[in-house]
C-alpha cells in the first residue's frame, strides 16, 4: 500500500531558507519515505529568482531564450526549448504565477543537486533513509493537459529496470525501464488541493529496493542523438 | 490523504469474463474509489487477442501496420505510430509479454467505452459512485523510461482544469489543464510489485469533485492539428 499527503503550513519561501528544516518542521518522515519537493520553492531558495516587468513580452521571450540551449518549436507566445539542464519543455520552464508581481522563478540550475543537498541534510538530521524528488509540471508531445515529472532526485530510483525480469508465463520481458521517478512526481500532484500551496507531498510505502543514488540528468534525460522527434 | 493498494489473487483473464464481478470479488470498494485496470486484461476480456508467430518479425510489423492510423517514425525495429483509437506509441501498442506464446494483445478498440463498461456495472452492483481508468505503458519523446498513461475513463475527470483559479498571490493562472487520469494511472503503477500480475489498482481519497463524466478522446488526446511534432 502506498499512501501520500502534503504537510500543510509550509509558508512562502525567500532566498537562503533551509528547506530541510522546513520540511522536517511540517511533518513527521519516517524511514523510506520520498519527500516531493516543487522546483519552485528549491528555485525560490537558491535565488532563481529575476526581476522582470510581467507586461513585457519581450522581455519574457528574451528570457526564455537565455535559459534555452536550443528552441524546438514555436506558436504564438508559446517556445518549446531545449533548456540548459536539458528539459524540452515550454517557455524555458519559466512560470510568473505564485511569484510576486515584478519577478519570475527559473528552474533550478541543477535539480539533481538541490536534490542531493536536501536529502542528505533530511538524512542526516533524521537518521532516516529517503528519497528527494523535485517536481515540477510539464506537457507532453501528443496528450493535452500537464503532469508533474521528475526534475531531480536523490536517494531514490529514477528509473526502475526491470529489463531481464520475467513475466507471469516466464518468458523475458522486454521494455520495462519504467520511470519511477516521474511516476512519483505525477502521483504526488494527486495529493495536493486544487487551490495549491502545497508545494511538498510525502510518498510512502515504496519497495526498500528503489532507494539508491540516482540521476534524472543521467537515467532519464534523453540524449538529443536518440531523439525521433526534436 | 491519497491510498494506493493493488488487490490480490485476480487471475488470467479469458474473453468473455466479467472485469466488474471479478474486480469486486478482489476488494472491499469504498464511495469515490477510482478502479484502474491495465489495459491487458481489459483486452483479454474483450476478446482482443490474435494469433502470431512471436520469431515472425514480419507478420509483427503487418500486425503493428493494422492497428495504426499513420506511421510517425521508424527506428529499427520499433514504429511509433498513431493508432486507430488516436494514440502516438511504440508499436501501435501490441505487446507480446504476459500472453500465451502464438498471441499477441491489441489495444481495446475503444477505452472510453470498456471503462464506462466496467464503471457502469460496477456502480449498479455496488451502488457507490466509483471512477475507472484503463492503464497503459507509454514511452515518452523526450524523457527515457515508461510511465503509465489513462487509455480511457469514466466517472473520473480526465482533465482537471484549473483555468481561471487564481494562485496564491490572487492571479489568475495559465496553463493549469492538468492531466488528472494520466496522473492516476502514473500512481497507481507505484503499487503494483516488481513482479507483476497485479492488473487492478484501487485509488482511494481523491476530492468528490473529479467524479464525472469524461473521455480520454476528448478532453486528452490532442488533436493532430494542435500537434507541434507529428
Known sequence: MISLFAPQGIGEIHKGDNLADIIMASCELRDYDVVTVTSKIVSKAEGRVVA?????EKAFETLILSEARRVLRRRGSLIITETHQGYVCAN??????NVDEGYAVLLPSNPDLSARRIQKQLSNKTGLKLGVVITDTFGRTWRKGVTDVALGCAGIAA???????KDSKGRVLVAT???IADEIAAAAEL???KAGGTPVVIVRGLDEEVFRRSSIAKEIIRDPSE????
Chains 1, 2 share one sequence.
Open 227 to 230: 531523439d525521433l522527434f526534436r
Open 159 to 165: 528509473i526502475l529496470d526491470l529489463r531481464g525480469t
Open 52 to 56: 522582470i516587468d510581467h507586461h513585457d
Open 191 to 193: 495529493a495536493k488541493p
Open 177 to 179: 525501464e519504467i520511470a
Open 92 to 97: 524555458s520552464g519559466i512560470d510568473l504565477s
